[in-house]
């Protein structure tokens, strides 16, 4: 399994933006692709996008569509998730994860799981 380490949460004012980073530990990230989830307090894990092994092709939950942008940089192992238009509701632990096959948007679809960054939108 690959190892996962997201960066990048923290506070943020309503309307701000943020950009977390992905990073892997094997080289082999550039044959994988990657997904976003994110899990609020007392609510299940959310899929936010998927991004496929060289970044040409993208997927996203249609309520991320417009304000989330999923990118990688396969020459650094890394994969991005740029929040714009940031809301109070999107306060959650965000995790990256290798997708393993399936359904895009089901957690059970990816194997290898980072520990998550919180990210906290004030109002």
């Known amino acids: 399994h690959v190892q996962l380490v997201e960066s990048g949460g923290g506070l943020v004012q309503a309307g701000g933006s943020l950009t977390l980073s992905c990073s892997a530990s094997?080289?082999?990230?550039?044959?994988?692709?990657m997904g976003w989830f994110r899990q609020a307090p007392g609510k299940e894990r959310e899929f936010i996008g998927r991004?496929?092994?060289?970044?040409?092709?993208?997927n996203y939950a249609e309520p991320m569509k417009g304000r989330f942008t999923i990118s990688r940089d396969n020459a650094k192992n890394t994969v991005y998730l740029q929040m714009t238009s940031l809301k109070p509701e999107d306060t959650a632990v965000y995790f990256c994860?290798?997708?393993?096959?399936?359904?895009?948007?089901?957690?059970?679809?990816?194997?290898?799981w980072g520990q998550g960054t919180q990210v906290t939108v004030s109002s």
């Open positions: 094997e080289e082999t990230f550039g044959n994988l692709a």
């Open positions: 994860a290798s997708w393993l096959g399936g359904y895009l948007d089901r957690p059970t679809s990816y194997d290898s």
């Open positions: 991004i496929n092994y060289n970044g040409e092709m993208t």
